[in-house]
């Protein structure tokens, strides 16, 4: 069973930068499909970034140009480096992976929710005004 475990969240002013991290256990391979989710308040968890299995990256439009997702394949660890951090950036932010079918490549675009299998526990990201 795959286990994800992020950490690096905080309260930052308005303009910081952060970088979030998602360590990868029970699995040593190089088939997931990994990427960011956030929740914010009272609304449903959304897509942020994600990485395929050629180091492609997809951002949401929110972030684009702010926010970069990178893979470190021997630490087994995914990244969010968070930069010019905003208000509406507030949130609780969500490591999240599956496995593909067999021989295929991850989703592209934004991946729905629905498609991951694996989640952690999250780390909250505040930003002061």
């Known amino acids: 069973q795959v286990q994800l475990a992020e950490s690096g969240g905080g309260s930052v002013q308005d303009g910081a930068s952060l970088r979030l991290s998602c360590e990868v256990s029970?699995?040593?391979?190089?088939?997931?499909?990994m990427g960011w989710f956030r929740q914010i308040a009272d609304k449903e968890r959304e897509g942020v970034a994600f990485?395929?299995?050629?180091?492609?990256?997809t951002y949401a439009d929110s972030v684009q140009g702010r926010f970069a997702i990178d893979k470190d394949n021997a630490k087994n660890t995914l990244y969010l480096a968070m930069s010019v951090l905003k208000p509406e950036d507030t949130g609780k932010y969500y490591c999240?992976?599956?496995?593909?079918?067999?021989?295929?490549?991850?989703?592209?675009?934004?991946?729905?929710?629905?498609?991951?299998?694996?989640w952690g526990q999250g780390t909250q990201v505040t930003v002061a005004a």
């Open positions: 999240a992976a599956y496995f593909p079918p067999t021989n295929a490549n991850c989703a592209g675009g934004i991946p729905v929710v629905q498609l991951f299998d694996y």
């Open positions: 029970q699995y040593t391979g190089s088939r997931l499909c």
């Open positions: 990485i395929d299995h050629y180091g492609t990256a």
